[in-house]
């Protein structure tokens, strides 16, 4: 009984300080859907894909996914590491990764009821310069 409680209570402080995933799923109303908040690309893909969620207000570069920010990509870029902030850096500032990828969830937080749902205001392009150094 007391090696339970003490396993449960450790694997309770593991769950709070590490930067590990959940082990519970996150989910949030999203638009009148009940969806994970730290999904993958292909849980936002299932509804904007450009063609079910059309009434999206602003893409950028238009809601062409091709014209987007590229996602499932690795974060940082091969070969152009010196050119972005480090992944470290950033999940300390609001910037998720998945497995080392940039993902939706990167850019977007659904738990902001803000305009866009960003991670991180976009005022004077400062979404854009938290990775990018130049």
Not at 28 to 55: K, W, Y
Not at 66 to 86: I, T
Not at 106 to 117: E, F, I, K, V
Request: charged share 20%; aromatic share 6%.
């Amino acid at each position: 009984m007391v090696v339970r409680a003490l396993v449960v209570c450790l694997a309770a402080l593991w769950a709070m300080f590490s930067r590990a995933p959940s082990l519970y799923a996150e989910t949030v109303s999203h638009f009148g859907q009940v969806v994970d908040a730290a999904g993958a690309t292909e849980d936002c893909l299932s509804c904007h894909d450009g063609q079910i969620a059309t009434d999206v207000g602003y893409c950028l570069g238009g809601c062409a996914l091709s014209s987007a920010h590229p996602v499932n990509r690795p974060y940082p870029p091969r070969g152009k590491e010196q050119s972005f902030r480090s992944a470290d850096e950033l999940e300390g500032a609001g910037i998720r990764f998945i497995n080392g990828m940039m993902v939706c969830i990167s850019c977007h937080d659904l738990h902001n009821p803000g305009r866009h749902q960003l991670a991180i205001e976009m005022k004077e392009s400062r979404l854009c310069f938290a990775c990018h150094l130049k």
